[in-house]
């Protein structure tokens, strides 16, 4: 069983920056955040998979990266340009395969979450 921590959120101005960070326990093989807001359901934002691959929602496209660290076993969310609709709880999520998939079954381990909150 992998764990997943995740850290690095927390209260921001519209227009700023964050960057959450999440390690994991042990060897994965697609890495991704999802996040969900109260009263909506969790939603894909962006995966990590193979050589560097990666895909976003289109909601973040352009504003958030995604980088990993294999030889730390940690995955990266660079959030830039925040708005307040970015607030929700992000989590990070890994499968045991390597593929890009947008769907919550596909992934095995997901972390606690962290707050995100953008403020106007």
């Known amino acids: 069983q992998v764990q997943l921590v995740e850290s690095g959120g927390g209260l921001v101005q519209a227009g700023g920056s964050l960057r959450l960070s999440c390690v994991a326990s042990?060897?994965?093989?697609?890495m991704g955040w999802f996040r969900q807001a109260p009263g909506t359901e969790r939603e894909f934002v962006g995966v990590?998979?193979?050589?560097?691959?990666?895909r976003y929602s289109d909601s973040v496209k352009g504003r958030f990266t995604i980088s990993r660290d294999n030889a730390k076993n940690t995955l990266y969310l660079q959030m830039n340009s925040l708005k307040r609709e970015d607030t929700a709880t992000y989590y990070c999520t890994a499968s045991r395969r390597i593929y890009y998939s947008q769907k919550i079954s596909d992934y095995d381990y997901w972390g606690q979450g962290t707050q995100v909150t953008v403020s106007s």
């Open positions: 990590s998979w193979g050589a560097g691959s990666t």
């Open positions: 042990g060897r994965t093989g697609s």
